[in-house]
């Protein structure tokens, strides 16, 4: 349904997006996963036909979006990072007005009326938007991007500012609408990644790192002996510690976890288990060990792991994959169960 | 194009700007026609020229929001996403505004009624002299719009659409400042006010509305081109 390849994109100097390849088939739901400015709005704008390219080429349903990009425009629907609303409008006179801009062929009425109700903001019709909350203007923005029903949703970190409630409600309607739609995410928040898609693809510094499952990920990154440290302590003091110890490759904070504890990723280099050096190190320094595990990093580890590593190329050894190679969908179809999130 | 031009002509009256614009050149006309039929004055195309300034002065204020608004509130990623060619984007915002512009010279027609009414006039003049306003409004508002296109902040379109539009009136008046005979000539074929001022008189002129009309043309087309760049930046 999206084809990406060899796809470029220069800001002056500044490489924004670095020779890009990936495919995505029709009714997947895929997650660009990376840190702020890594590159993935940039995509998004150029699949969506908002910026053009320095080099490659993009098609969707086998349309090129530089050379007939209004029939490509047609089947998408784009739900940028910032809503894109006209806030002195009502909500209905602004999915009236999308409608008509996408010059949509459904009747209006029922079409419209249907999107309110699937996004529930039915309520909300004849407000302002400019009096509305950050959650409804968010839900408008979404149903713009669902007017005229296209095939493929392209969504730009779609719960940033949400409250947790309205977080899980768009995770409920992004699943309901995986079934009929292509749909890709972006989204720096891993939890949402990992409960909505099936695929996801990581980005960092403009290239891809990794393009695979989640469970996938998971699993290659858990055959390295990670340690997995909580440790009441300071944190920069015990992440330089930790580091000094042999064997350990690098150390990763995960940032405060409870009261004074911090949570420590480290990686060890090959064929060293260093768990009991660890151990050690924290009671010399005088510290408290609250746990200690090894193996089974989750996705926050994978990805923080991932995109901290200077070297592209060392991230993708680590996954022992090259990243231009989309991955087998087909094989991962029956894996990752995301209605019961 | 429909729908960007129905929207945008909408929004000038969900904010005071419509209002006030209208109500500007309603108090205007409304006022030279008063003071001028007082003093035995007949000539509604006369009116209509003596306009010129005033539209130089006032259609900044319309065309300040029509790109750099879009752009200040992340909409442009709703139009250039949507499937709509650039040009019927910007056709749809600049015939807004010329409407609201349009708009604006109604009364005029009430004038010439009452005028016809008393002496004998000659009704060809009248509506050569509006074909000029508004070509002179069309020319305006494509410069106003191109600059709009150029920034995010309306408040610097309008001040530097203000700066061209004087600028394209008084050319010739600046122009006698320096003494470079050449310079002086070209700058007094190019001024608007040259250009207007033949519409007050009945004599038909083809070069006056070419020239209305090739600076308009200029203009969509640049500020097409303005949003096709940004696409590249």
């Known amino acids: ?341 | 194009m429909l729908a960007i031009f129905k929207r945008e002509f909408k929004s000038y009256f969900k904010t005071p700007i419509g209002y006030i614009f209208l109500a500007a050149y309603y108090f205007f006309f409304g006022l030279f026609f008063s003071r001028y039929f007082e003093g035995g004055f007949t000539l509604v195309p006369q009116l209509l020229i003596s306009m010129a300034m005033i539209v130089t002065f006032t259609l900044p204020i319309i065309t300040m929001r029509l790109l750099s608004e879009d752009r200040r509130q992340k909409v442009d990623q709703l139009i250039l996403t949507a499937p709509v060619r650039l040009s019927s984007i910007v056709l749809g915002k600049f015939f807004a505004a010329f409407l609201v512009y349009a708009i604006g010279f109604a009364p005029t027609v009430i004038f010439e009624i009452i005028v016809a009414g008393r002496v004998k006039v000659n009704v060809f003049s009248y509506f050569y002299a509006l074909l000029g306003m508004f070509l002179l409004g069309a020319a305006l508002i494509s410069i106003g719009l191109f600059i709009s296109s150029l920034t995010e902040s309306p408040a610097m379109a309008a001040m530097i659409t203000l700066v061209i539009n004087i600028l394209a009136i008084f050319m010739s008046s600046l122009a006698v400042l320096v003494d470079i005979d050449w310079l002086s000539k070209i700058c007094d074929k190019l001024a608007f006010v040259s250009a207007v001022d033949s519409f007050e008189k009945t004599v038909f002129s083809i070069p006056d509305i070419v020239y209305f009309l090739s600076i308009t043309a200029a203009f969509l087309f640049l500020t097409v081109r303005s949003l096709e760049k940004k696409r590249w930046a």
Request: proline letters at 4%; one cysteine or more.
């Open chain 1, 1 to 341: 349904m999206i084809e990406v390849s060899s796809l470029s994109k220069k800001y002056g100097n500044h490489l924004a997006v670095d020779n890009v390849s990936f495919s995505i088939n029709k009714g997947e739901i895929v997650g660009f996963l990376g840190p702020n400015g890594a590159g993935k709005s940039t995509i998004m704008n150029i699949i969506t036909g908002y910026l053009s390219y320095t080099a490659g080429k993009v098609t969707v349903d086998g349309i090129d979006i530089m050379n007939n990009p209004e029939a490509a425009k047609k089947r998408i629907g784009y739900l940028p990072e910032i809503p894109p609303l006209y806030i002195d409008m009502t909500v209905r006179e602004y999915l009236d007005f999308i409608f008509d801009l996408k010059k949509v062929k459904f009747p209006k009425n029922a079409h419209i009326e249907e999107i309110m109700r699937l996004v529930k903001i039915t309520d909300v019709k004849g407000r302002l938007i400019k009096n509305l909350s950050k959650g409804y203007r968010q839900r408008v923005g979404f149903a713009g991007a669902l007017v005229g029903n296209p095939d493929v949703l392209i969504l730009d970190e779609p719960t940033v500012g949400l409250d947790p409630k309205q977080i899980l409600d768009m995770r409920v309607l992004i699943t309901k609408l995986a079934k009929n739609h292509t749909i890709i995410l972006s989204s720096h928040i891993l939890p949402e990644i990992q409960s909505v898609c099936k695929r996801v693809i990581i980005i960092n510094k403009g290239q891809i790192i990794a393009d695979d499952t989640a469970d996938n990920l998971s699993q290659k990154l858990a055959q390295d002996n990670t340690v997995t440290a909580r440790i009441i302590c300071d944190e920069d003091d015990m992440k330089k510690a930790l580091a000094s110890v042999e064997g350990v490759k690098s150390v990763i904070s995960l940032g405060k976890k409870e009261n004074g504890a911090y949570e420590f990723s480290i990686v060890p280099n090959s064929g060293f288990d260093i768990r009991a050096a660890i151990f050690s190190k924290v009671k010399d320094s005088g510290k408290t060990l609250l746990s200690l595990s090894s193996g089974g990093a989750s996705l926050e580890q994978i990805f923080l792991r991932l995109t901290e590593l200077e070297d592209t190329e060392e991230a993708r050894r680590m996954l022992g994959t090259d990243a231009g190679d989309p991955v087998n969908t087909e094989e991962s179809e029956e894996n990752g169960d995301v209605s019961d999130i």
